[in-house]
C-alpha cells in the first residue's frame, strides 16, 4: 500500500480577484517614478457636417492628462476634382478651444495654427521630424477624391510631469471645443458627394500613483497658445515696429505668422534682419537666413511653412528643442507690463499688403515660483 500524500496549498487567485500590484515603487522620489504613464480612449463622433460645433463632454481618467490625441478623418468624398488651399488639412477646424475646469483659457487657436503648436512647441513629437504630421504613420494625404486624415495633439504637458490638468474628479473637467470650417473653406474647389468628418479624442495620461502621496510637479501651472494679432499692419517697403499683445508668465516659443490682405501665408514681407525687442530693448537682432538655419537646428531637418518664423527657448540642454526635456533656465520671464516687439526695418516688397502678423506664445504661467531643472529628477 502506498503512503498518503499530503495536498499542498496553491497560490491561485480566486476567480474575479485582481492581481497584486507588483509595479509600485518603494520610498521617496520623483511624481514620475511613482505614477504609470497610460493612454485612454475619451471619444469618437462621426458623420459630422462641416461648419459645426463639436462640443462632446471629457471622460475622466484616473489621474493626469498629459495632452489630448486628435484624429480627423473626412470621408464622402465622391469624385476626382478636389482641390485644397495652402493651410489644408489643418484648416479643417476654424478654431479650436481648450479650457481648463475653471474656464482658464489653455489653448485658443485657428486649426493651422494648432499644428505650429506640435511643429514647434516641443511637447508633440520631437526634431527627428516626427514633429511633422504628414511624416507620421497616421497620415493619409487628402487626394482629389476630398478625403483624407490626420493626426495631431493638444499638448497640456512641457516637461515631464510638469503642466498636466487633474482628470480624476469627473465635475472638475476641461473643455474641449472644435469649430470645423466650411466646406468651401475647407476645399478650393469642392470634391462632390457629401463629405462629413469623424473626429477621435484619446489622451495621454499619468495614473495617480500607487502606494504613496506624490503630485506632479507644481501642479496648477499650465502652458497657454492663445492666438492673438500683433499691431499695427505692415506696410510693404516700410518700417513697422509690430507690438505683441501684453503677456505675462515664463515665455518658452514665439511663433509669429505673416499674412498679405488676402489672408495668404506670406514670406515677402519679412525685412533683411528682424529685431526681436523686449521693453525697448533688442534681445535678438538677426538676419532672416540666420533665423532660418536656427529654426533647422531648433526644431530639426523639417521645411518651414511659408510666412511662418519661430524662436525656442527650450534650449536650455542642447542648441535643440528636445521636447520634454528641459530645465526652464532659459525661459523668458514676462509680467503684464512687459512689451514684446517685432521690428519690420524695412519690411520686404510683398505683394497684396498691407500684410498682418499673429502672434502664438507658448506661456507657462506657474502657481508659485517656476520649477526651474528638471522636476523628474
Same mark, same amino acid.
Given at each position: 500500500?502506498?503512503?498518503?500524500?499530503?495536498?499542498?496549498?496553491?497560490?491561485?487567485?480566486?476567480?474575479?480577484?485582481?492581481?497584486?500590484?507588483?509595479?509600485?515603487?518603494?520610498?521617496?522620489?520623483?511624481?514620475?517614478?511613482?505614477?504609470?504613464?497610460?493612454?485612454?480612449?475619451?471619444?469618437?463622433?462621426?458623420?459630422?457636417?462641416?461648419?459645426?460645433?463639436?462640443?462632446?463632454?471629457?471622460?475622466?481618467?484616473?489621474?493626469?492628462?498629459?495632452?489630448?490625441?486628435?484624429?480627423?478623418?473626412?470621408?464622402?468624398?465622391?469624385?476626382?476634382?478636389?482641390?485644397?488651399?495652402?493651410?489644408?488639412?489643418?484648416?479643417?477646424?476654424?478654431?479650436?478651444?481648450?479650457?481648463?475646469?475653471?474656464?482658464?483659457?489653455?489653448?485658443?487657436?485657428?486649426?493651422?495654427?494648432?499644428?505650429?503648436?506640435?511643429?514647434?512647441?516641443?511637447?508633440?513629437?520631437?526634431?527627428?521630424?516626427?514633429?511633422?504630421?504628414?511624416?507620421?504613420?497616421?497620415?493619409?494625404?487628402?487626394?482629389?477624391?476630398?478625403?483624407?486624415?490626420?493626426?495631431?495633439?493638444?499638448?497640456?504637458?512641457?516637461?515631464?510631469?510638469?503642466?498636466?490638468?487633474?482628470?480624476?474628479?469627473?465635475?472638475?473637467?476641461?473643455?474641449?471645443?472644435?469649430?470645423?470650417?466650411?466646406?468651401?473653406?475647407?476645399?478650393?474647389?469642392?470634391?462632390?458627394?457629401?463629405?462629413?468628418?469623424?473626429?477621435?479624442? $484619446?489622451?495621454? &495620461?499619468?495614473?495617480?500613483?500607487? %502606494? =504613496?502621496? #506624490? /503630485?506632479?510637479?507644481?501642479?496648477?501651472?499650465?502652458?497657454?497658445?492663445?492666438?492673438?494679432?500683433?499691431?499695427?499692419?505692415?506696410?510693404?517697403?516700410?518700417?513697422?515696429?509690430?507690438?505683441?499683445?501684453?503677456?505675462?508668465?515664463?515665455?518658452?516659443?514665439?511663433?509669429?505668422?505673416?499674412?498679405?490682405?488676402?489672408?495668404?501665408?506670406?514670406?515677402?514681407?519679412?525685412?533683411?534682419?528682424?529685431?526681436?525687442?523686449?521693453?525697448?530693448?533688442?534681445?535678438?537682432?538677426?538676419?532672416?537666413?540666420?533665423?532660418?538655419?536656427?529654426?533647422?537646428?531648433?526644431?530639426?531637418?523639417?521645411?518651414?511653412?511659408?510666412?511662418?518664423?519661430?524662436?525656442?527657448?527650450?534650449?536650455?540642454?542642447?542648441?535643440?528643442?528636445?521636447?520634454?526635456?528641459?530645465? $526652464?533656465?532659459? &525661459?523668458?520671464?514676462?509680467?503684464? %507690463? =512687459?512689451? #514684446? /516687439?517685432?521690428?519690420?526695418?524695412?519690411?520686404?516688397?510683398?505683394?497684396?499688403?498691407?500684410?498682418?502678423?499673429?502672434?502664438?506664445?507658448?506661456?507657462?504661467?506657474?502657481?508659485?515660483?517656476?520649477?526651474?531643472?528638471?522636476?523628474?529628477?
Amino acid at each position: 500500500m502506498t503512503s498518503g500524500t499530503t495536498a499542498t496549498a496553491s497560490g491561485a487567485q480566486e476567480v474575479g480577484r485582481p492581481q497584486p500590484q507588483t509595479t509600485v515603487e518603494g520610498g521617496a522620489g520623483p511624481f514620475i517614478r511613482h505614477s504609470q504613464a497610460g493612454r485612454a480612449p475619451v471619444y469618437v463622433v462621426s458623420n459630422q457636417p462641416f461648419g459645426g460645433v463639436i462640443t462632446q463632454p471629457l471622460v475622466a481618467r484616473p489621474g493626469y492628462f498629459r495632452n489630448f490625441r486628435v484624429t480627423h478623418t473626412v470621408s464622402g468624398g465622391t469624385s476626382t476634382s478636389a482641390t485644397y488651399g495652402a493651410d489644408s488639412p489643418y484648416n479643417l477646424n476654424a478654431l479650436v478651444q481648450l479650457k481648463d475646469a475653471f474656464g482658464t483659457p489653455l489653448i485658443v487657436a485657428d486649426g493651422y495654427s494648432t499644428h505650429l503648436i506640435d511643429m514647434y512647441g516641443g511637447a508633440f513629437g520631437i526634431n527627428n521630424g516626427s514633429n511633422l504630421a504628414s511624416n507620421l504613420p497616421s497620415w493619409t494625404a487628402f487626394g482629389t477624391n476630398g478625403n483624407g486624415s490626420f493626426s495631431y495633439a493638444l499638448p497640456l504637458e512641457f516637461a515631464n510631469g510638469y503642466g498636466v490638468l487633474s482628470a480624476a474628479n469627473a465635475s472638475l473637467l476641461p473643455t474641449l471645443q472644435f469649430n470645423t470650417a466650411a466646406e468651401a473653406s475647407f476645399y478650393t474647389a469642392s470634391p462632390g458627394g457629401t463629405p462629413v468628418i469623424q473626429t477621435q479624442i $484619446g489622451t495621454d &495620461f499619468y495614473w495617480l500613483p500607487e %502606494g =504613496t502621496a #506624490v /503630485e506632479p510637479p507644481g501642479i496648477g501651472t499650465s502652458r497657454q497658445w492663445i492666438l492673438q494679432q500683433a499691431n499695427p499692419q505692415i506696410p510693404a517697403n516700410a518700417s513697422a515696429r509690430i507690438q505683441f499683445p501684453r503677456l505675462g508668465g515664463y515665455l518658452d516659443t514665439i511663433i509669429t505668422i505673416v499674412r498679405d490682405s488676402t489672408g495668404a501665408r506670406s514670406d515677402g514681407f519679412w525685412p533683411n534682419r528682424l529685431q526681436y525687442y523686449v521693453d525697448g530693448v533688442p534681445l535678438v537682432d538677426t538676419t532672416m537666413n540666420e533665423l532660418y538655419d536656427d529654426m533647422w537646428i531648433q526644431f530639426g531637418a523639417v521645411a518651414r511653412p511659408t510666412g511662418v518664423v519661430a524662436i525656442s527657448r527650450k534650449t536650455s540642454l542642447n542648441q535643440q528643442s528636445l521636447g520634454l526635456l528641459d530645465t $526652464g533656465e532659459k &525661459f523668458l520671464s514676462t509680467n503684464p %507690463g =512687459t512689451l #514684446v /516687439e517685432l521690428n519690420f526695418a524695412p519690411a520686404g516688397n510683398g505683394s497684396n499688403s498691407p500684410a498682418t502678423a499673429s502672434v502664438l506664445v507658448g506661456q507657462v504661467v506657474p502657481t508659485g515660483a517656476l520649477i526651474q531643472g528638471l522636476p523628474e529628477l
